[in-house]
């Protein structure tokens, strides 16, 4: 994987001449795409160490690749640049299976900060063992992040495989939103409690028989969850 290039999608050319500059200073080989259609065509048909996506773009939007790639089985991370603040996009964004995302304006030195913790996560996790968790109709397998709900193919992002590696490793304990926050995603990323609800919604939607009441993630009201396999 590290031979792989980074992938920086975005319709101004200037930014993208800029990242692209800054990144090959780092070592990364990069390669571009100037619009959606380049970019959900580029993920589709190449492989990619990590992808630089850019939300607002003519054409197809950078919300629409990453529905779309995640739904072909495209499992690269993906920072999102946004240059809305509302948390309804950072939180539109995680859902659609990004892995972090960077509002603009922002520093250089911020989203290379992004860059390295985004490929520390992924690419630390791709030498673990190849354990497998089933908690009810779910079954992940640790070593290649492949997972079947009632025996279907049930596609999970990166983030989300490492939401459950967290819960099964406590079993039966109180885990707060705020230690999920720390321990999964990390200090440098700056999402929301209500984005750990929405990830934990989706687990139940993958793993339990009646989501509605749910019996493996069980919330803990005023403090977080806990994981009953």
Do not use: C
């Not at 859902?95 to 985004?118: H, N, Q």
């Amino acid at each position: 994987m590290p031979d792989l290039p980074i992938l920086i999608v975005d319709d101004e050319r200037a930014m993208r001449e800029g990242l692209r500059d800054n990144l090959e200073f780092e070592g990364y080989a990069v390669e571009e795409a100037a619009d959606g259609d380049q970019a959900l065509a580029k993920l589709t048909d190449g492989a990619y160490r990590l992808v630089v996506l850019d939300v607002m773009m003519p054409k197809r939007s950078g919300f629409d690749v990453l529905r779309q790639a995640r739904a072909a089985g495209v499992r690269t991370p993906v920072i999102l640049l946004t240059a809305k603040a509302e948390e309804f996009d950072a939180v539109r964004g995680l859902e659609f299976g990004a892995d972090d995302y960077v509002t603009k304006p922002f520093g250089l030195g911020e989203l290379l900060a992004r860059v390295r913790a985004v490929l520390r996560r992924a690419e630390g996790a791709s030498g673990v063992a190849r354990d497998v968790i089933e908690v009810g109709r779910l079954r992940v397998d640790l070593g290649s992040y492949q997972a079947t709900s009632d025996g279907a193919e049930a596609p999970m992002t990166h983030l989300e495989v490492e939401v459950l590696r967290y819960f099964a490793a406590r079993p039966g304990a109180v885990v707060s939103r705020d230690e999920l926050l720390d321990q999964v995603w990390g200090a440098d990323v700056a999402p929301t409690a209500r984005t750990v609800d929405n990830f934990v919604l989706k687990l139940r939607q993958k793993a339990e028989p009646d989501p509605g009441r749910p019996r493996h993630f069980v919330t803990v009201h005023g403090v977080g969850y806990k994981f009953l396999p």
